[in-house]
């Protein structure tokens, strides 16, 4: 980990499954140790949802909020295309893409 900071671009990233979900704490001592490891709290640390079709955006805030307190630069990657925000509903829902 302290080797690949010094790399030009480089990102810490996780991957969060639907199907077992982490405690956010968990996600949270992943941004601490890479903290610890690497000096530092500005390093590029990635949450990215496994299935984005299976879990609202939304879901991923309690594990940014855990990452941020030790990882500035966190942020969550999820496709554009793939939710949108449902006026009625109000909340993200998945794009619905008809196979042909």
């Not at 405690?23 to 949450?47: F, H, M, N």
């Not at 940014?64 to 500035?72: I, S, V």
Request: aromatic share 8%; glycine share 2%; hydrophobic share 30%.
């Amino acid at each position: 980990m302290r080797l690949i900071s010094n790399i030009p671009q480089y990102q810490f990233q996780t991957t969060i499954h639907p199907d077992c979900l982490p405690e956010p704490e968990e996600i949270g001592e992943r941004a601490l140790l890479i903290k610890e490891v690497t000096g530092s709290s500005d390093q590029p640390y990635t949450l990215k949802m496994e299935d984005p079709q299976e879990q609202d955006p939304i879901t991923l805030i309690p594990y940014y909020e855990a990452a941020r307190k030790h990882q500035l630069l966190t942020k969550i990657e999820y496709p554009k295309d793939s939710w949108q925000w449902e006026e009625s509903q109000q909340r993200f829902v998945p794009v619905t893409v008809e196979k042909k």
